[in-house]
């Protein structure tokens, strides 16, 4: 019965652990001025993803360092951040690492830098607009 028990607390203790070590993440939008008058049209508000760590909520005061992270050509942050279906999904990414001790907790933002040409390349260019 005591192992039982035992094996019931330890269980229970690690699911409470994995259910602590989750994230938010969010959209957001930013208006971004060299973005403005592209001649491909592109709009200069862009979508921005961000990963806030599972501490982020609980203490205001506490500081945070920031990764700032680019897909890749033809991707977008949407798809990086498990918005759509698509072969990563970063917050799983981040949070098993942070699970087994592999990194600390930071905040992950990510542009959504695809554009006509499916992805700007973080190029500056009159076309494109300056990324």
């Known amino acids: 019965m005591n192992k039982i028990f035992l094996f019931t607390a330890l269980f229970l203790l690690s699911l409470n652990f994995a259910i602590a070590q989750k994230g938010t993440k969010e959209r957001i939008k930013v208006h971004s ?5 592209n001649l491909i049209g592109d709009p200069a508000d862009r979508e921005v993803s ?6 982020y909520q609980k203490n205001a005061d506490q500081r945070f360092p920031v990764l700032y992270l680019l897909h890749g ?7 990086w951040f498990g918005w759509e279906d698509h072969w990563i999904n970063l917050q799983h990414v981040i949070e098993e ?4 001790e ?7 933002v990510m542009p959504n830098a ?4 499916k992805g700007s390349m ?4 009159a076309t494109i607009g300056d990324w």
């Open 97 to 100: 690492s942070l699970a087994e």
């Open 73 to 79: 050509f033809t991707d977008t942050d949407s798809q």
């Open 122 to 125: 973080y190029a500056n260019s």
């Open 50 to 55: 961000v990963y806030l760590p599972p501490s």
């Open 102 to 108: 592999l990194s600390k907790e930071m905040i992950v």
């Open 33 to 37: 001025l060299a973005l403005e008058g």
């Open 114 to 117: 695809y554009n006509r040409f």
